[in-house]
């Protein structure tokens, strides 16, 4: 019996726009996903900068390996390794678009609402104990929020006028984060762009990153 898999199951049909994403993560965990033992698991934390899913630095690989190397408390790391992904978007939430950001928008007025309906507190972000303001690095708000909206889209509700119908497979951000590069610089060291993968065939292929060789044309 051939080995192969029946068409249906195989997730190449069409020119998906590919990008690449780096995974920070123990070697272990990294080379069994590379063998196909096993496979990623989405991060469910409520302070998760883009909500729920897997998480990716785009084109980032040193931003990887230096979340690998230095991990959140919570985060146990022995062997730190940095797993590669060629992935698409899909249906993206993308934090840099004017339309995506009415939709985040939208939603937390309308967790807001729902927050005073039920007397509950809405969360806060707030930053690390040893980090600038700016970063943020803790965004209960943020993920509240994000969460929110998938469930906006998940049970058709109009909000603000504004219907979204199809799920968000992915969530894409700019961060600012880190020092300054130069004294009154608005560029910062640790600014980097973040992928949050939802739907998992999103994902087409796992690479262990490579060295650039010396070539000589």
């Known amino acids: 019996m051939s080995n192969l898999m029946h068409n249906s199951e195989i997730n190449y049909s069409s020119d998906h726009g590919l990008l690449l994403g780096f995974h920070g993560c123990d070697k272990a965990v990294r080379d069994a ?24 630095w785009q084109n980032n690989y040193s931003r990887a390996l230096d979340y ?25 939430l993308d934090l840099t678009d004017r339309e995506c950001l ?17 007397g509950a507190k ?29 469930r906006i889209v998940r049970e058709g509700i109009v909000v603000d006028e504004l219907l979204v119908t199809e799920p968000f497979e992915s969530v894409r951000a700019a961060f600012i984060e880190g020092e ?22 999103l994902i ?4 262990m990153p490579r060295r650039e060789l010396e070539w000589i044309p």
Do not use: M
């Open 204 to 207: 087409k292929g796992y690479f």
């Open 33 to 56: 996903v590379l063998l196909g033992e096993t496979e990623l698991r989405g991060s469910n934390n409520n302070f998760d900068w883009l909500g729920d899913g897997i998480y990716f």
């Open 102 to 118: 009415r939709h985040i928008n939208s939603s937390y007025r309308n967790l807001i609402k729902i927050s005073e309906d039920l």
């Open 180 to 201: 300054p590069i130069y004294e009154g610089a608005g560029f910062y060291n640790k600014t980097h762009i973040q992928i949050c993968i939802r739907n998992p065939n």
């Open 122 to 150: 809405v969360p806060k972000n707030i930053g690390a104990s040893s980090s600038k303001d700016i970063d943020r690095l803790l965004r209960y708000l943020d993920c509240s929020v994000i969460k929110n909206l998938h």
């Open 68 to 92: 690998a190397t230095n991990p959140p408390p919570n985060i146990i790391i022995k062997h730190p390794a940095v797993l590669g992904a060629v992935f698409s978007l899909g249906n993206c």
